[in-house]
T-cell receptor
Framework: GENVEQHPSTLSVQEGDSAVIKCTYS??????FPWYKQELGKRPQLIID?????GEKKDQRIAVTLNKTAKHFSLHITETQPEDSAVYFC????????????????FGTGTQLKVEL | GAVVSQHPSWVICKSGTSVKIECRSL??????MFWYRQFPKQSLMLMAT?????????EQGVEKDKFLINHASLTLSTLTVTSAHPEDSSFYIC???????????FGSGTQLSVL
């Protein structure tokens, strides 16, 4: 099955700096890669996603890049703010594969991002 | 985005009792819902996939007789933790997929504490 690794596990940056979180996946058939932000005790919120036919996607201060050959994808947050502090999870799935569970997501281990004033 | 409602948000129970958690898609029909378990400071681990009108698909290592899943309608899936024990204490969270889309929307989670 799919295995998603995520680094770093913790990341501390100064307000205004950029933050980069990296993930690798093992299944070359995976074609959908979302990123979730989870605040303590709350539900994960989808912040951005990318499909395998695209190399980069940007939404305001957030961007995601995908390298299919190397099987890795990254989340980039620019001009970080204290409210960006949370745990971020990457995930991978095979969209359109109608296996028993449909498009089940495999999550990375998470990155605790702390933006310091 | 789509709204997924999960209840209760927290529950404390005695060891040996059963606890039911509900997951509802409020503004869309979800043929597939997923149940995750999350320990403190850890990732979300998929427990099972709930398919409307059919049996759930459980991940390896998850006891189907202990974690009963029922997906009786297109908007409701329930997870029942039977004969709960302290080691079952965890954050349980459901998610649902809208139609054929790949985006998953999560419920607010249920913190289960078994005494």
């Amino acid at each position: 099955g799919e295995n998603v690794e995520q680094h770093p596990s913790t990341l501390s940056v100064q307000e205004g700096d950029s933050a980069v979180i990296k993930c690798t996946y093992s299944d070359s058939a995976s074609n959908y890669f979302p990123w979730y932000k989870q605040e303590l005790g709350k539900r994960p919120q989808l912040i951005i996603d990318i499909r395998s036919n695209v190399g980069e996607k940007k939404d305001q201060r957030i961007a995601v890049t995908l390298n299919k050959t190397a099987k890795h994808f990254s989340l980039h947050i620019t001009e970080t703010q204290p409210e960006d502090s949370a745990v971020y999870f990457c995930a991978a799935s095979k969209r359109g594969v109608l296996t028993g569970g449909g498009n089940k997501l495999t999550f990375g281990t998470g990155t605790q991002l702390k933006v310091e004033l | 985005g789509a709204v997924v409602s999960q209840h209760p948000s927290w529950v404390i129970c005695k060891s040996g009792t059963s606890v039911k958690i509900e997951c509802r898609s409020l503004d869309f029909q979800a043929t597939t819902m997923f149940w995750y378990r999350q320990f403190p400071k850890q990732s979300l681990m998929l427990m099972a996939t709930s398919n409307e009108g059919s049996k759930a698909t459980y991940e390896q290592g998850v006891e189907k007789d202990k974690f009963l899943i029922n997906h009786a309608s297109l908007t409701l899936s329930t997870l029942t933790v039977t004969s709960a024990h302290p080691e079952d204490s965890s954050f349980y969270i459901c998610s649902a997929r809208t139609g054929r889309g790949e985006k998953l929307f999560f419920g607010s989670g249920t913190q289960l504490s078994v005494l």
